[in-house]
């Protein structure tokens, strides 16, 4: 499963961003044309973070696999839920979940400061995501994730 991640504290415009992206308002598949392919990759969207819809790494998983997608777009808070931290742990450790599955990281994108100490070949940090317009953080997004 291909994996992209949108990373940020609250109101850096994750669900926005990936809304732009994919046109999804909460949960959905998606067609999205990548700029090394031939035909479209089959998507499944996520919009809101996974810590504070309170959806567990496990629980994400089925939850995609039920999907029956090529890829995965995400958000994800880079600190644990404030009041239950074991079954909605920080960024770091969902993606650990993703990776020990077989997942592969193919992008994060950071929105503000902070990644939660996630590591990724593609990652890009986008400090201005807070303040610039929506577009443009998606724009920049786009490019770096390599969709058209």
């Known amino acids: 499963m291909d994996t992209y991640i949108l990373i940020g504290n609250a109101n850096t415009r994750k669900s926005s961003v990936l809304r732009s992206l994919t046109g999804c308002f909460n949960r959905s598949v998606r067609d999205i044309q ?3 392919n031939r035909r479209a990759v089959r998507f499944y969207a996520r919009a809101g973070t996974l ?3 309170r ?3 496990e629980n ?3 939850e995609v696999a039920r999907a029956r997608c090529e890829a995965v777009l995400l958000c994800l808070a880079p600190s644990a839920h404030h009041t239950d931290s074991t079954d909605f742990p920080d960024a770091q450790s969902y993606v650990s979940a993703f990776r020990a ?3 592969r990281i193919k992008g994060v ?3 503000g400061q902070d990644g939660g100490g996630v590591r990724a070949p593609n990652l890009r940090q986008h400090v201005l995501a807070p303040t610039q317009p929506v577009n443009l953080t998606a724009r920049d997004v786009r490019a770096q994730f390599g969709w058209v």
């Open 60 to 62: 994400f998983i089925q």
């Open 101 to 103: 599955i077989g997942w």
């Open 51 to 53: 810590q504070v819809t």
């Open 55 to 57: 959806t567990t790494p």
């Open 34 to 36: 990548l700029q090394d």
């Open 109 to 111: 994108a950071v929105l």
